[in-house]
């Protein structure tokens, strides 16, 4: 990488297709730094760096010749922690899978399918009524049969798909976001369009990474934002963002309530030396998916840093808010003063607060544990390196806390962890550009007391030829059939036994692949999505970050 940043180098981006570097300098990843070009210095830069897309694809290739009606008793792994009622602890039963722990070193591909017009990719799939449903970096939807990898249906959303597709079972109506903010409703079973709504029409940075949750009638969605990347313009105004949950009805779309994660409206603060005006307070995104906790008829969300000054005790905090008002019941913050923005690690700092903090934020949910004694924990791993659990019943006070990595800016926990039983497992991330064997490593910890159960050191990577290997483990960890399933940066997925850490199975995800629908894949580093799996399969999309893929695949026991 080289960069500091993760960002990729020009070598890199050399390996993408121009469209694809269009897309992330236009609506994407690379908006901020877009947004100071014309819109032909966007083509030029995408010209001169990208790669045209060769491919032979045909639209409609792979299409299934009569898709099978979604079948309601197929066993599930609907959105991003399994259901809303498993509260993000992502663990799937052997009996829900469809295969046991034994059987796991016998998984084999089945079928791939390639994206196409994608140079990497990262919405972690759904399985709902024997299809599969994933979004893509080119805003297009997918419903495809579990067991071929047909297309059933197709839905071209307005930009880049990064969130999961969460399914309401009583309305068969599918919802998703994009990164431009905007939140939509299909038909499951067919595709057809049922509403679109603006999250955040009050801020153009606004975006979707997290994924919405459904319950009760409602859909949760979590809004983060790209602003902190627009502020490395020493032009920008900023900032004025907030992060938020909105609470829309699944028939209609229709807002029921908007809850801010700062209640405090940003104001203007002074001004650069640049004599640009600031703003603040700002920031606190939601970057991961809302914590039902239907029990106490609360959302909890973790929050990322603040922006600008002044601080707020609201960022890289767990906040708990009332599922029928939106109202903020209590919060609690782990790191304070934590203000950061891109352009403190530029050489023009115009836009970095003063003293800024370590961008310690959470990208990961909380995961409500309810114990044998009768208390309910929420564990959460953070990017400073520690693992932190709540007391759910006495509005979030801390009950222990465990330091498992260094941490840093791409540090300790990216994006989450998985539990069953009494243990919480968390992967570590502990990235750095210069030294592609640092990070890394899987905890297995006592989700009551903290007490680390086991540790499995990182293994070494096997792609060190390659700009951005890392042994980092940046994927969520997913629970299934007994098995702690968690990707690295260096492209593969590993499942450990659950209670000992043993190593169960390895698969390197980094090869060309023959798809079901004719488009040249390959699989890549495994970042912010997990395995998921049911009925018999187990699917993972490979491919985004230093080591760019565009592949979905599709295991079962023996390939069968």
Same mark, same amino acid.
């Given at each position: 990488?080289?960069?500091?940043?993760?960002?990729?180098?020009p070598?890199?981006?050399?390996?993408?297709?121009?469209?694809?570097?269009?897309?992330?300098?236009?609506s994407?990843?690379?908006?901020?730094?877009?947004?100071?070009?014309?819109?032909?210095?966007?083509?030029?830069?995408?010209?001169?760096?990208?790669?045209?897309?060769?491919?032979?694809?045909?639209?409609?290739?792979?299409?299934?010749?009569?898709?099978?009606?979604?079948?309601?008793?197929?066993?599930?792994?609907?959105?991003?922690?399994?259901?809303?009622?498993?509260?993000?602890?992502?663990?799937?039963?052997?009996?829900?899978?469809?295969?046991s722990?034994?059987?796991?070193?016998?998984?084999?591909?089945?079928?791939?399918?390639?994206?196409?017009?994608?140079?990497? /990719?990262?919405?972690? !799939?759904? #399985?709902? +009524? *024997? &299809? %599969?449903? $994933?979004?893509?970096? @080119? =805003?297009?939807?997918?419903?495809?049969?579990?067991?071929?990898?047909?297309?059933?249906?197709?839905?071209?959303?307005?930009?880049?798909?990064?969130?999961?597709?969460?399914?309401?079972?009583?309305?068969?109506?599918?919802?998703?976001?994009?990164?431009?903010?905007?939140?939509?409703?299909?038909?499951?079973?067919?595709?057809?369009?049922?509403?679109?709504?603006?999250?955040?029409?009050?801020?153009?940075?606004?975006? /979707?990474?997290?994924? !919405?949750? #459904?319950? +009760? *009638? &409602? %859909?949760? $969605?979590?809004?983060? @934002? =790209?602003?902190?990347?627009?502020?490395?313009?020493?032009?920008?105004?900023?900032?004025?963002?907030?992060?938020?949950?909105?609470?829309?009805?699944?028939?209609?779309?229709?807002?029921?309530?908007?809850?801010?994660?700062?209640?405090?409206?940003?104001?203007?603060?002074?001004?650069?030396?640049?004599?640009?005006?600031?703003?603040?307070?700002?920031?606190?995104?939601?970057?991961?998916?809302?914590?039902?906790?239907?029990?106490?008829?609360?959302?909890?969300v973790?929050? *990322?840093?603040?922006?600008?000054?002044?601080?707020?005790?609201?960022?890289?905090?767990?906040?708990?808010?009332?599922?029928?008002?939106?109202?903020?019941?209590?919060?609690?913050?782990?790191?304070?003063?934590?203000?950061?923005?891109?352009?403190?690690?530029?050489?023009?700092?115009?836009?970095?607060?003063?003293?800024?903090?370590?961008?310690?934020?959470?990208?990961?949910?909380?995961?409500?544990?309810?114990?044998?004694?009768?208390?309910?924990?929420?564990?959460?791993?953070?990017?400073?390196?520690?693992?932190?659990?709540?007391?759910a019943?006495?509005?979030?006070?801390?009950?222990?806390?465990?330091r498992?990595?260094?941490?840093?800016?791409?540090?300790?926990i990216?994006?989450?962890?998985?539990?069953?039983?009494?243990?919480?497992?968390?992967?570590?991330?502990?990235?750095?550009?210069?030294?592609?064997?640092?990070?890394?490593?899987?905890?297995?910890?006592?989700?009551?007391?903290?007490?680390?159960l086991?540790?499995?050191?990182?293994?070494?990577?096997?792609?060190?030829?390659?700009?951005?290997?890392?042994?980092?483990?940046?994927?969520?960890?997913?629970?299934?059939?007994?098995?702690?399933?968690?990707?690295?940066?260096?492209?593969?997925?590993?499942?450990?036994?659950?209670?000992?850490?043993?190593?169960?199975?390895?698969?390197?995800?980094?090869?060309?692949?023959?798809t079901?629908?004719?488009?040249?894949?390959?699989?890549g580093?495994?970042?912010?999505?997990?395995?998921?799996?049911?009925?018999?399969?187990?699917?993972?999309?490979?491919?985004?970050?230093?080591?760019?893929?565009?592949?979905l695949?599709?295991?079962?026991?023996?390939?069968?």
């Amino acid at each position: 990488m080289g960069t500091g940043t993760r960002a990729p180098l020009p070598s890199v981006l050399r390996q993408l297709k121009r469209e694809s570097i269009l897309r992330a300098l236009e609506s994407g990843v690379m908006r901020a730094q877009g947004s100071q070009l014309t819109e032909a210095e966007r083509r030029a830069v995408a010209d001169f760096l990208g790669q045209p897309d060769t491919g032979s694809y045909k639209p409609g290739a792979g299409a299934c010749a009569h898709p099978a009606p979604l079948s309601r008793n197929a066993p599930s792994w609907n959105g991003w922690g399994v259901n809303p009622a498993n509260t993000n602890r992502r663990h799937q039963p052997a009996r829900a899978a469809g295969f046991s722990r034994d059987s796991i070193p016998r998984l084999r591909v089945k079928w791939a399918f390639g994206f196409p017009g994608a140079s990497y /990719i990262y919405s972690q !799939p759904t #399985i709902f +009524g *024997g &299809r %599969v449903f $994933v979004g893509s970096e @080119s =805003g297009s939807v997918y419903s495809l049969d579990q067991q071929t990898g047909c297309v059933a249906w197709t839905y071209a959303a307005s930009s880049t798909v990064r969130t999961s597709v969460v399914i309401d079972p009583k309305t068969s109506i599918a919802v998703f976001g994009d990164v431009a903010g905007n939140v939509y409703a299909v038909n499951a079973a067919t595709g057809k369009f049922r509403w679109k709504a603006q999250a955040a029409p009050d801020h153009s940075s606004a975006k /979707i990474t997290g994924s !919405p949750v #459904i319950a +009760g *009638g &409602r %859909v949760y $969605v979590p809004v983060s @934002s =790209g602003e902190e990347g627009l502020a490395v313009n020493p032009r920008y105004a900023c900032c004025t963002f907030r992060g938020s949950i909105l609470a829309l009805d699944v028939r209609t779309g229709r807002e029921i309530w908007k809850a801010y994660t700062i209640p405090e409206k940003p104001r203007q603060t002074g001004y650069t030396l640049l004599r640009v005006p600031t703003y603040g307070p700002s920031g606190a995104a939601v970057w991961s998916t809302p914590t039902v906790d239907l029990k106490r008829h609360l959302i909890y969300v973790g929050t *990322g840093n603040n922006y600008t000054d002044p601080p707020t005790p609201y960022s890289d905090a767990v906040l708990a808010f009332a599922m029928d008002s939106g109202k903020m019941v209590w919060h609690r913050q782990l790191t304070p003063n934590d203000r950061f923005n891109l352009s403190c690690i530029k050489q023009d700092k115009s836009n970095c607060p003063p003293h800024p903090g370590d961008d310690y934020d959470f990208g990961s949910s909380p995961i409500l544990c309810n114990l044998p004694d009768g208390r309910s924990l929420l564990v959460i791993g953070q990017k400073s390196g520690v693992v932190h659990a709540l007391d759910a019943n006495a509005r979030g006070r801390v009950v222990w806390q465990r330091r498992i990595s260094n941490g840093g800016p791409l540090g300790g926990i990216e994006w989450g962890g998985a539990a069953v039983g009494g243990s919480v497992f968390f992967p570590v991330s502990d990235w750095k550009d210069s030294n592609p064997e640092a990070g890394g490593g899987l905890f297995a910890l006592a989700a009551a007391t903290g007490k680390r159960l086991w540790h499995v050191p990182p293994v070494k990577p096997a792609c060190l030829e390659l700009p951005g290997c890392s042994a980092a483990q940046d994927a969520p960890a997913s629970v299934i059939a007994g098995a702690v399933f968690t990707g690295s940066m260096d492209g593969h997925l590993r499942a450990y036994d659950a209670r000992s850490g043993s190593l169960i199975w390895d698969y390197d995800t980094r090869r060309q692949y023959k798809t079901v629908n004719g488009v040249p894949a390959k699989g890549g580093a495994l970042n912010d999505f997990g395995a998921t799996a049911a009925g018999g399969m187990l699917f993972l999309n490979a491919g985004f970050g230093p080591i760019a893929g565009n592949v979905l695949l599709a295991f079962s026991v023996d390939g069968k």
